[in-house]
């Protein structure tokens, strides 16, 4: 996948903007890995985004992934999908 961004509002309104570095679908449900830097940093923050869509106005949000048995599956995952890539969970 080409790199782009992602701008999201959180809670509190504040708009964030993530790189997005892979997407992938897992379980019927789509993922994106994301950082907060666009440099190729050794030790750059990511996380792993769920997309949901909102049946009653048809908005996209994305939750940030938790479970840790899932987080597991995904990185496992990414780090497939994106060879130069080393995931580890903190």
Do not use: C, P, W
Not at 30 to 57: G, H, M
């Amino acid at each position: 996948m080409e790199q782009g961004m992602i701008t999201l509002t959180d809670e509190d309104g504040s708009e964030i903007e993530f790189y997005i570095l892979e997407q992938t679908e897992l379980g019927g449900s789509t993922y994106l890995l994301v950082t907060d830097s666009d440099e190729e940093a050794e030790e750059a923050e990511a996380l792993i985004l769920r997309e949901t869509v909102e049946s009653e106005n048809g908005h996209v949000v994305y939750e940030t992934v938790e479970d840790e048995t899932t987080l597991k599956a995904l990185s496992g995952l990414f780090e497939e999908l994106l060879e130069e890539i080393d995931i580890r969970m903190e």
